[in-house]
């Protein structure tokens, strides 16, 4: 396919061009003051646009005098539109600065609410303001960087993207974090409300859609009432995840530690930038080799009490205990073998029917687990049976027992937190700081 060129391609440079030595004589930018100062015949702007800052000076002997004025005048965030003469000069932020001949403000910012050193509180407040920072901008670059690669994994390995409802009434992963919904029927006379739940993983409808697809993958929110207040809990995230027939577990694992080099090695081809701003440690990401390393939940269990945790067989790992297991880790580390009491929907092991065939991969640096897979119970009667060990009603699970019924096969499947990977990629603190607008039990706003 021919692409048409992007609009206004050659009036304005990006200044990412001429940071990096490629204008011409004279260019023009468009951007929003960063930073400005003045004395009394010069003026000093700092002009950023999506792809960098650049100083800019205004002299009262270069420029009409109302643009002058206006230089002087414009507070941060102010709209521009400058023409002048990119300089070579080292003690300019990026070695660059443009002499401008002219300087046009679009529009004049009012007092811009954020300065410097804000409170984390306050930046959520303002989110819809703070995603102009470069820090925002860094990491959604990444972000995005980080939505295509695993989009692309899976389309060169032939699976098909499809999407499941967010709306269900079957309960993937527990009833305590399940959003519940109420909707009213105005065509219904008796006032009767339906209720459902908010999706928390697609599994289930990936289950039977894949009976046709074989092979599938989709990107979405789900959503989980995380009562849970850590550094890497959303109520609202994005879920990458992938079912596919005729897979086992193991064949799994290898298939995401592919996914993982591969999103990776994009990140560090496309965003090396983003990271450097973001003061990420980019050698630790090229260090990262596959095969990764695979403990069973039974050796974590001794390995963590061994570092002082008090665990039994059955306790889930949290935050606490993922944390203190990988902040020394160079490399990912796969746990298999988790006690039965994780999911229903898992197949207990055959050689060891206690625990069950899936996996948890944990990121090293201490951030801790960012999917989570397994095989699912093929057979209909060990899958009725599982659900009722699991204290559930097989009623509430009809369709999805159903597609068990007709030519069942073993597949497996995993899901993996976009945010938490981009967390971990970017070395922040907090998930929070790589997604736009972030969702947790008390925050809807902005
Ligand atoms: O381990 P989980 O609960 O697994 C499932 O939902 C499976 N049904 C997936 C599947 O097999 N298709 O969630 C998968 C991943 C976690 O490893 C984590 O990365 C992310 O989803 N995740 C969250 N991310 C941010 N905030 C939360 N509250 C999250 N809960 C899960
Ligand atoms: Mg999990």
Redesign the pocket.
Known sequence: MEYPEFPNSEEYTPIQEILQGKAKDSVRIRGWIYRTRSSGKLAFVVVRDSTGIIQCTVSREKVEETDFANARKALIESSILLEGEPVKDDRAPGGWEIRASKFEVFHFAETFPITKDQSDEHLLNNRHLWLRSRNMVAALKIRSTVFKAFRDYWTELDFTEIQSPSFTTSA??GGSTLFNVSIDDENEKSGQKFYAHLS????LY?EATMFGLENIFTLAPSF?A?KSRTR???TE?W?A?VESAWLHNHQMMNLEEGMIMHIISSVLSKNRAELEFLGRDISVLENIKAPFDKMKYEEVLDKLNSMGFDLVWGDDFGYKEEKALTQDLKTPLYITNFPKEKGFYHRPDPSDPKSLVCH?LLAPEGYG?????GERVWSPDELVERIREEGLDPESYGWYLDIRKFGSVPHS?????I??TVSWLCGSDH?KHVIPFPRTMRRTTP
């Open positions: 993937c992963e928390q993983s697609w599994q990936a989980r995380e890497r809990h959303l995230f879920h995840e948890d687990e960012i999917i989570g897979g499947g995993f899901g993996l937190g945010d938490r998930i």
